[in-house]
């Protein structure tokens, strides 16, 4: 295991090292100490490795993420895992504003709450978040899963195209073109997915209620559904 | 962009280090706001004198100010005039009747200088410059006091300049600091204006600090005032706000600028970004939250 101590190392020296990882390490596991809150630790790593960041992290950790394990102790600021395209993102704490922003890919877990626009433009990531989430999340989500255990803020799944949004508590309310649906047993069955990769297989996809695309604001066409 | 920082001390062990705490914190928000920084800290006072923190408006020192007011109103001050200088700017302790004299009295005669802050506790400091030299021009880290309140400045939308760096203060032991941009402060500066309140810039966050006086001069507390900054301010704004014994933060309806907030048994602290936060005693376990859109806080000394 590699320990890497912010406090003394550059960060630019620590995300030189993640992006050398691709294919040639077998260095796959790395400790990351005092974040202080620094932005873009551990973005653009390419590589099955695990970073475990023991403290509170500044914007868009985890970005770009493919293949890694990135597990943060602590709360994340604006953006975490944005654009990532695969691996996983666990955040034992809270997130702060677009969590999961454009992600195309993967995992992201936040233990905690997340703020404002949790999933904005999500475009095929999963994100389990097992808090509550602020307003406006899921603004103009494309494709992907977003699945809450806790409540949603107002104008949830604003201009919405064809990501599912999963909810077990209150929904303040629902932004333009975003409506209640009634879950497929395909879609039932990805929810039950996403919760026991989350550990949170104890919980029944049965308590969920599923929000989507009324499909009113774009010109959504039934041949092209398989491409979301 | 732009930075703030805030601290509200809980702990009265604390308050000599009060701005040390403040200024390590300012020095981390330079690279959010690179052009001009202030501050303001409510330190020691006397309910029945009050502060003016003057500067002058060429940046320059004043001199020769507080011996001159000694000379032409020394009966109104009688032996309360107290004076002392910091970087560029000279605070005066006067008589609180004496105030509205001492003002006139600059007008006339020193049209050059400028009351930046008045207030039984609080003093103000601002300038152009890195937030830091800022800070250590004014020798910021010597202050102690119970709450301060500081900004680190991007100019997007007027010049750098003193007069457009915060906090702004437009009543007594009134502070404000401001992340974001109004859009209709003219419309309210004038409104305000035909109410009686007079402003020193064009600038949209003075607007604000202005909208809080009035309302509070209407006789509401401080959270009333800035729940009713929901209705009445339209823009983006992240808000921290001073007076005598509160500290108080708000954000617009969408959050639309980063804020972030630690509080442990000892203090209240207020970040734009967490960085700004990490220096601070005991951090590691205090309660790190987001403060939620169009939702006051606000903390009162007791």
Redesign the interface.
Known sequence: MSTVDLAVTPLRELNAALHKLNGHSNDTRWEVLNPLGKHAIAVGIDAPVTVEIEGHVGYYCGGMNKQARIVIAGNAGVGVGENMMSGEIHIKGDASQAAGATGRGGLLVIDGNASARCGISMKGIDILVKGSIGPMSAFMAQAGNLVVLGDAGEALGDSIYEARLFVRGAVKSLGADCVQKTPTAEERETLAAILKRGGCDDISPDEFRLYGSARRLYHFHIDNVSSY | MCGIVGLFLKSKALEPQLGSMLSQMLGVMDDRGPDSAGFAVYGAGDPSTVKLTLRSDGGERIEGVAAALQEHLGQDLGQDLGSSQRGSHLVLTIPKDAEQKVRDWLAAHHPEVRVVGAGSRMELYKEVGLPSDVAERFALKSMSGTHGIGHTRMATESAVTTDGAHPFSTGVDQCLVHNGSLSNHNGVRRYLERDGLTFQTENDTEVAAAYLTWRMRQGIDLKSALEACLSDLDGFYTFVVGTESGFAVVRDP??CK?A?MAETDDYVAFGT??????GLPGI?NAR???P??AKVYVWERH
């Open positions: 969408i959050a980063p972030v970004e967490y960085r700004a936060l990490v590691e790190v939250f987001e939620e859109p």
